[in-house]
């Protein structure tokens, strides 16, 4: 928050009208995609070697797109159902499939993680298959997509209806802050990929261990908020002194890890449950063994989500 | 047939609200009230109406709560049971003229 309103305060001191709506459309958009673009970067790094993981995260997007489109359409609809819960209702239900989902990747890769990263060292990249944890992961990436997006399409749509002077830089300015996330995915992706192979996917793992509790966390605080579930206290602690919710690293790591500054208790449990379950099942699942190579250095495959 | 159909949503609305639920109202991209106070230590409905012809969010990180509240609609927000003290909020797709704090007391 402090950093955004200094922002903010900056732009209205500094620009032209037109421009300073292009910023602010820019922040706007920059900070509804951010999550998303998070998800994404993850899943690239975590799908690296995988054939066709390109297209079908492009396919992710895509239909995440599409859906925020629908989902903006019928934005009334959702907020009127369920005596006006419906809009928490639905959030939950796209935030629980995409744990789902990210539950089923752990659990999978904790199986074969150890053969694809030795598999990816012999034979190259984008050359292994992996089409079950790959579709799982498109799947996240087109929820995670089109729950933030939604917003974006109202926003923008809210901008065109009012024929608003600056419409078109404003345009500009929320287009310049989608590609500012995907400039976020691949920065992360980049740095991800650096990591070497045979501990790669085990910082991924770790990585969507913590995304599928944070996700968790959101779903039932956004349950508790419409008073669906009971709160179990409506913040435990707080430490919005330390680190607001609406500051960008506040943001950053709302998206990666569940961060938040005042949780409520149910929030927490849901959190600490997931990561719980995420890891109970990847110690369950049976090791599947690289075919060949050394072992030792793969051996670390598990740590990340063990820990 | 417009008219019909607000007086339906207002009536269904009624319903579900409570006349003594505390309301906000946006209008040209301002809550009004902008300073509105409710109750502390207890659980409250807040009623959220926007006359406006676009969609708003609701925000508020100190409430954390966020939600979409579509063109003359009206939407609850659950909040409570509050600490005394001040809770701004403001509508997250016009920052620079929809803000506005809930007091408990």
Redesign the interface.
Known sequence: ?LLANGS?LAI?ETFEPSVRAML?SLL?VFREMLEAGLVVGIVLAATEGLAGRGLAILGGIAAGVSGAAVVAGF??VI??AA???G??LFTAGILLAAVLMLTFHTTWMSRHGRKLASEIKEIGRAAVKGDKSLFALAVVVGLAVMREGS?VV??L???A??SHESAGAMFAGGLIGVVLAALVSYTLYRGLVAIPMRHLFSVTNGMIALLAAGMAGQAA?VLA???VIPSWG??LWNT?FIL???SWLGRALHALIGY???P?GVQVAAWLATLALIVALARLAPDEKPKRGPAHPLAETKVAARS | MRTLLLALTVSLLASAANADDPQLVIKDHKFQPERLEVPAGVKFKLMVRNNDPTAEEFESFQLNREKVVPPGKEIPVFLGPLDRGEYPFFGDFHQDTAKGVIVAK
């Open positions: 928050m903010q209205k602010a706007i934005a009334d907020a009127e005596e006006g819960v809009q928490e917003e109202l926003f749509y809210g901008i209806a009012s605080a908020g419409a008073d409506e913040r919005s607001p919710d609406g938040s500054a005042a409520s």
